[in-house]
């Protein structure tokens, strides 16, 4: 007579020797707020149990990683690394300090478009509390002085962090949440999970193998006027894409509108940039660079992104109601019917430059 | 090199694939120090790994060796690492290594007697995972290695060390919140408890991954869970329990498991006062917490922090009698409800140079205590009275009756 130990264990093996062509799998979804967002995990399996397995783990990571990253966590190591790394060399673990590195280089290769150091800039806009304000020049001067990735400095070989102004505090909510979709999408593996979508609060996602029968995830990118109508639909495998843009959130300033996204060489909000869209190998560089090019724009960010392999990245410019498309390398679906409509508004100019 | 020599060099590796996880030149081997701690561990599980973080996070810690049993493990340490760190299948090997200066044990618990003792016996350091051992025999075993080796020990209780619960240990000892009588701990989880097994693993290395579940290997809830809490509240009462109380099964997830996926244990201090502790796996609402019930006032904390509630003030005076006869007494049905106080606590306060991860400080700890050659806080009778708890306790669960820990415990100076 079989145990219950060994029936759950035969149950694996028949299902790894593709027990699962007489019974389909099912989608089964799970979500959890973490790292300020919500979190949810598409995966189909043969069982619920072993879904269930998949997503425990899945959440322990992304909760792992959180209190690795967290700015809002005093007891998470990126805030130790706040609070001395002014005053002192601070050593941190292989995968923080690469996380940190590559953040820099992000920062490096973007002209400082990218810079994890942005807080203090953040604050005196007033976006942390959410509706923006234009501040004194005074504000300004001493939010820039506090400001800026060429001030954080590493040793490598001891693996340090020093700050070389005393206002310099690290955020990295615009690479953390993308590093932990590429977490996540290596637990699933690991977990035996391979047709998934991991999506951290819609804003990056990982599609991961497509789901039985079909030739990927389809993904519907949302026009920032209006996110009831899609801008374009994708369809994708084994790729991150991420979105950056802050429609919801806009800034009056001498009747221009601004966003909510900061240039951080210029110390004042972008203007003219409603979202973009990136796809990339991996979540990590899709969610950093989403942002990257956002700020840069679509002259620049193209440079950028001809550095960057196999990836396509999308920018709505202009004011809601009087967009602007600029693709590189987009490639769409085939019957991409929402995005011609889209195209085809007339107030609306497309300017398909891609490569 | 200079970080913009390196951030140059690295350019590639991070536009691709991650820089995390890429192996080879990105990572100068670091310059050993004078002071340099050379670190093995044996057992790099999920909480293996998490230590080899947390003590890569301290100045001069470099990891000279990995042992497990389990292939993946290597690459999964490695790649902590990022370094090619030696891998050894035989924890024995990995003690014949002439450059460790300490070692990491954080194997299943039934096996830890047999590798603390064996560290110990090779003239390392050691710092042992919680539990101590799996049996009375085991606890009391590998407190007699440490005595003989004369080396430092320090526990894996990593919230004797968490900066939350230390400070409200203070204000708890300086009578904040009166005379503590009882402390009621919560580890209330809604899952299975078990982990992800690779598609076509066979028994062997799913009782290996999932070794919490299995007799074999593991005391269950009250030794994974339950030892936390019964640190504190050994802390808090000023000495180990006299006798144990419990109840558990195995009522859900029957899935094969061995040990109980519902436990409660109730301890007995000398002072007369109790400490109540219940894990389950069916729901969460209550999560990880510890509620300290003192006469004036209650103290509950949590994995991430700490909070004091106050009793209302007590009568100052009683009324004369006098009064009452004056006024008659009305025996209507009248009463009032006890409801639960809803309202809001006072956080702990941590003072700004005390802020901090437990794990960080606990294994910053240990490597200070080899630095200064002192004991350290957690040492082996820390973890044997927290130990001796957790094997007891689960002795009571099975036998459906009261232990006494007299019964079990060598006499002091034996």
Redesign the interface.
Known sequence: MQ???????NK??E???GAGETKAAELFVHSGHAMGTLFTIYLYAHEQ?LA???F??AFQEIE?IE??LSNY?????L??IN?LAARQEV??????F??I??S???S??SGGAFDATVGPLMRAWGFFNGEGRYPTEGELHHARENVGWEKV????????VHFSAAGIELDLGAIGKG?AV?RVVQ?LR???AAAALVDAGSSTIYAMDPPPGKNGWTVRIPNPADRSQMVTTVTLQNVSLSTSGTTEKFFELEGRRYSHVMDPRRGRPVHGVLQTTLVA??A??SDALSNAIFVMGPEAGKKLLA???DSWGLWILGEPGAQRLVEWNWQHTAGDATSEQYVAAPQKERLNEGT | ?N?RE??GR??GA???????GDSGEV?????APSDQINLGIVGVGSRGQ?LM??F?????VRFAGLCDVYEPRFAAGRS???ENTPIYRDYQQLLAARDLDAVIVSTPLSLHSQHMVAVLESGRHLYGEKCLGLTVEDCYRIVDAVKRSGKHFQVGLQYHYAPWFSETLRHIQAGKIGRVTEIYAYWHRN??W??????????KL??LINWRLYKEYSGGLVAELGSHHINFANEVFGSAPESVLGSGGIDFW????ETNDNVRVIYRYPQGTTLVFSAITTNQIDGAQVRVYGTNGTAVLTE?DATLYYEPKRPQSAVSEGTVLEHGITTSASFRAELPYRGPGEPVP?P?DR????D?VACNSFIESLRKNQRPEADEQTALADGLAVALGNQAIDQGKRILFSEHMRSKGA
Request: glycine fraction near 6%.
């Open positions: 145990s219950d130990s060994e029936r759950f264990m694996m093996r299902q790894s020797a149990e269930e397995v998949a425990e783990a792992r209190e690795a966590r005093a007891s998470s190591e805030s130790r609070r050593t941190t673990d292989p995968e923080v690469s996380l590195v590559a820099l280089e992000f490096r290769r400095q590493l040793d490598v070989a001891a693996r340090t590093y590429d637990v690991e977990a035996g190998a991996d990590t560089t550095t960057v392999p | 090199m970080r390196f951030i690295t350019a991070v536009g691709g694939a991650l820089l995390i990572w100068p081997k670091a310059k998490q973080r947390t890569l996070r301290v100045p001069g902590i690492t990022k899952n299975s078990k982990r992800p097994v690779p598609a076509g693993a066979d028994q799913e009782r029957k899935d094969g498991r991430a941590i700004e802020k901090g991860n437990a960080f």
